[in-house]
């Protein structure tokens, strides 16, 4: 079944119209148990609470009973404040928690000659295919994966299989694609379909999930002052869903600057950015568009540490952002096999640095100049750079301050990609 619903303004779909959608999906269903699988409170922006609350009643009215498994990865469960204020009035104790390292069951495996052919020969190893056991409990009769498609910095454009196979997936499966995606070079696959962190993914869902009986729900949004705009519902269980959003949301995530940003200044909400695991989309989607000596200033009031669990903030802080060869170095040496046992670790450091190309600024209030410098990036204090650098007085893009100083900025760093013409 296929099911897509375009906007016809730039004001996006009326909740009465996604409302309507999504009641259509259900007809002809009575499904008895229902797995909901929508993203956490980082994808505040995806709409995808509200999809989720229409769905819980619109089942639940129907006699049907329905788990919510928020696709986590490897952040932090929802909080009961997170969950109220992204999906409602649904009760908090439908909500489960995906515990990444332990909760998963093992399908089968990727081989190692096809990850070697979609990487033009730069990985070798073969990738287990791991998933939360609920997605493989026979009880639910349907699965609804609840998400949003934007670029993104490890598969290219974001959700899908990827909501199954990272977002309630296992440590092989979130390790190894984003260390394959960090070798082949995000920048060769940002906003784009078939990279090969996807095809590793299409394999999974070919190979393993075809029995399921899964529905993929897809939004593409933006959000500009804040307030969501959902342009397109795509609601399936083909890959076409996948393919009619992404090209969708190529037309409303990606901008074009014109030449090089000599300086950009990207705001990390505070409710939704508090580590750099998270915050650093702020450097992913912007290293595209800013110019060789450029700076990056990150306004960053929420973040209070590197790592989304205490492995991987330690291992941030004992390596650092250091950039794309010293990281690949310490990964070969033998006595780091901290770094091997966490590759999403090393691949996020590779993806948080700017090679030394432009410079990286945190502007912080909750974690010391010390422990920024100490992690690879210019420290500078929030309160003054925003007596500055305001988020509310600037407009998102170009900005010429009083004196002068010509700055482009980004209010959520999430919601987009930012690339320059010139190179693209």
């Known amino acids: 079944m296929e099911q897509f619903t375009y906007a016809k303004t730039e004001q996006g779909l009326t909740r009465e119209q996604i409302a309507a959608a999504v009641e259509a999906s259900l007809a002809g269903r009575t499904p008895q148990?229902?797995?909901?699988?929508?993203?956490?409170?980082?994808?505040?922006?995806?709409?995808?609470?509200?999809?989720?609350?229409?769905?819980?009643?619109?089942?639940?009215?129907?006699?049907?009973?329905?788990?919510?498994?928020?696709?986590?990865?490897?952040?932090?469960?929802?909080?009961k404040s997170q969950a109220e204020q992204m999906f409602g009035d649904i009760p908090f104790e439908a909500f489960l928690i995906h515990d990444w390292r332990r909760d998963v069951v093992k399908l089968g495996e990727v081989p190692a000659d096809f990850l070697e052919d979609v990487t033009e020969g730069l990985w070798h190893d073969p990738v287990s295919v791991e998933i939360n056991r609920r997605v493989m409990d026979e009880r639910y009769d349907l699965i609804l994966s609840v998400g949003q498609v934007v670029p993104h910095e490890v598969i290219g454009m974001s959700n899908h299989a990827k909501n199954l196979f990272v977002g309630v997936g296992g440590s092989d499966m979130i390790n190894k694609s984003h260390m394959v995606g960090a070798v082949y070079g995000m920048e060769r696959m940002m906003g784009k379909d078939f990279t090969p962190v996807r095809r590793v993914f299409d394999y999974g869902m070919e190979h393993f999930l075809q029995h399921r009986p899964i529905v993929f729900v897809l939004t593409v949004t933006t959000a500009p002052g804040g307030v969501i705009r959902t342009h397109g519902l795509f609601i399936g269980d083909t890959r076409r869903t996948l393919e009619q959003a992404v090209a969708l949301s190529q037309q409303k995530n990606i901008d074009f600057v014109e030449t090089g940003l000599k300086k950009c200044v990207v705001y990390l909400d505070p409710s939704e950015f508090k580590t750099t695991w998270l915050g650093n989309k702020a450097v992913y989607r912007t290293r595209m568009a800013i110019a060789d000596g450029g700076e990056l200033l990150v306004l960053a009031p929420g973040v209070r540490r590197f790592g989304e669990d205490l492995t991987v903030d330690r291992l941030i802080r004992k390596y650092g952002y250091r950039g794309?060869?010293?990281?690949?170095?310490?990964?070969?040496?033998?006595?780091?096999?901290?770094?091997?046992?966490?590759?999403?670790?090393?691949?996020?450091?590779?993806?948080?640095?700017?090679?030394?190309?432009?410079?990286?600024?945190?502007?912080?209030?909750?974690?010391t100049r010390a422990e920024i410098e100490g992690v690879g990036y210019a420290w500078a204090d929030y309160d003054e750079m925003t007596r500055r650098y305001n988020p509310r007085a600037l407009q998102p893009g170009y900005n010429t301050l009083p004196d002068g100083e010509e700055i482009y900025f980004i209010p959520n760093p999430a919601l987009g990609l930012w690339i320059n013409r010139e190179k693209f």
Do not use: C
């Open 33 to 79: 148990n229902v797995l909901l699988i929508p993203p956490d409170f980082t994808r505040f922006h995806s709409n995808a609470g509200l999809i989720t609350n229409l769905y819980y009643h619109l089942l639940v009215e129907r006699g049907a009973a329905v788990d919510i498994l928020p696709a986590l990865g490897t952040h932090e469960p929802v909080t």
């Open 324 to 367: 794309r060869i010293e990281t690949l170095k310490a990964f070969e040496q033998p006595e780091n096999a901290d770094l091997r046992e966490n590759m999403g670790a090393a691949a996020h450091l590779i993806h948080g640095s700017a090679d030394g190309r432009f410079t990286i600024t945190y502007a912080v209030r909750e974690i």
